[in-house]
């Protein structure tokens, strides 16, 4: 169990959702390890790679203890990049997970999601560990050996089991802490 | 040199050219060799296959022996493979050599070069000899050695042969002969 | 923490060490996760894939956390497998871990340890954990990725503290069992 | 066909031939383009790069026209690598061409036909031509494309062009011509 502190993902801004029947969120996969893969259609390296890697992510774990979701983070060529064009791109490529497209930003190339996440470019992955925290994030090429073992470790740690103390809550004779620190209220 | 008969390759019909300061024809590309990589963006045999094959052509061949041409022969989703979303893509994957987009058709989904050529589907691959013709059209994958034992081939043939007739032909003191055999009027 | 039983792994009979100074045993290793790699040198599985992701995971991993140590283990053409010629494959091909030979049997082709592990061929890939029990053991191929997310596991097992009750002693109010089953006894 | 002046391939001195049913020579093999396969089963880029591709060009071309052919020339570590060791190595890799041993120097570590040839290491791939000439050679690595260009060439060319003296010669009503020109003897 790791109990170093680290932050709750922040919620997606999505603006339409693929491959799924209903809009997906942190809160409703609670439980799971979460494996954010965030690309562009047109990233030559998230074609190559990231996209790749999540297929085999997908098809190497239970669905119950992972769930592998695409962001389609666009901030070069918007206008080519559309969801229109992602709904045909997802078709020819097969991808199998549910993908999300990023909500684009009033200003500003970087949509919402790939900005409060502070992600660096495409393709990105992140690992949102079953409390709902982010525990990694890798802008690049990260390899299967590594990425395993941090999903391992992962999937390793307790969930925070219903009617049970939260590893964050904590009272002692001092009186009760909140689990979160005020000021993350969601 | 290959003296049987093989039918001149049909001419392209290109609606816009990408990477090429001119339009590019088969008369002016006469002498070379010809690969044809004909693709679409969202094809992902084309993009892990097809035209990384066509870039190690490019970059093992030299310009003046062999000439590698991409063609968008777009017949799925036109509406999100268009003219400016190749372009983003061609930035993207750094297609090195100069791309045509096949003219679209009055009716039906199949443009108008891929039709003359009788493609069956993407990627395809045509092998043009230095005398225009067609001499192989692949469609799905071919290995980097039977490609480069069928370049090797068409390399080994001289353009015209001396003191031959061109299949082009010519004009002699005796008079004007056809550059095809009558009966291959097209 | 698992709990479950795990049985200890058998102990190793190595005619001849290379690449370690000294002779490596399970006790001595006690507290890191062991990656224990059975090859033949003229396997082409093993050469292909089990060494070369032997060699990824010595790489991968800090060397305090996990051993990986190559066994050995020939059962066929022992006449030309020899500890000479392994040391000759084990300079061409540049293997940087320990590696064992497998101590030949009176009788029968199999190996003392290859026995002793019931491994069923070469490769055979066996992961034993910090508290030296088997807990996974591979014939064939296995995938970075699922390799990874079982190293990944054990790596986030705490190994037993010195002074701290093993996990599986414990005392109860009808008494203290033993660590091991007392047939165990090493 | 190629006129330019190239050195007959010199003979092979080979110790002991496997897969082949009598001894392999080169007139034997006159009219076929040769790919000599020169390799060390334990030199590491013969594993995994050439001897591969030697199987490639086994598959990909008309044995009437194309012969593979291996060559175990040993240089390092001759005390494991003998015919015994190369035996059970094709068998576990399961080379499907014949492969001659190398016949031992009587000084020095460069066996005899490696010598012949002047190679540098290996993998060499050597292509001798349907006149049985030295056309190329290739220490290390080569690609797929440009080897298949290599042989595509190669085999276009005429075996001797009908109406022309044979570069082997013969004897004609004028007499008999030196197959080489006087200074070649060999």
Request: hydrophobic share 40%.
């Amino acid at each position: 169990m790791d109990n170093t502190y680290h932050p709750l993902a922040p919620d997606w801004q999505v603006q339409q959702w693929f491959n799924t029947p209903a809009p997906l969120t942190l809160p409703s996969l609670r439980g799971k390890v979460i494996v954010l893969e965030s690309f562009q259609m047109l990233c030559p390296g998230c074609v190559s790679h990231g996209l790749p890697q999540a297929i085999r992510v997908h098809a190497a774990f239970p669905r119950e203890q992972v769930a592998v979701i695409g962001l389609h983070t666009v901030f070069e060529h918007p206008d080519v990049m559309t969801p229109a064009a992602l709904q045909a791109f997802l078709h020819e490529y097969r991808i199998p997970f549910p993908v999300g497209v990023d909500q684009p930003a009033p200003r500003g190339p970087i949509p919402m999601t790939m900005r409060a996440y502070a992600m660096q470019g495409t393709p990105t992955l992140t690992l949102i560990d079953r409390q709902g925290r982010v525990r990694q994030q890798h802008f690049g090429q990260i390899s299967d050996l590594v990425l395993g073992a941090q999903l391992g470790a992962l999937l390793n740690e307790a969930p925070v089991a219903a009617g049970e103390a939260s590893p964050f809550a904590g009272c002692t004779d001092d009186g009760c802490a909140t689990p979160e620190p005020a000021g993350a209220a969601r």
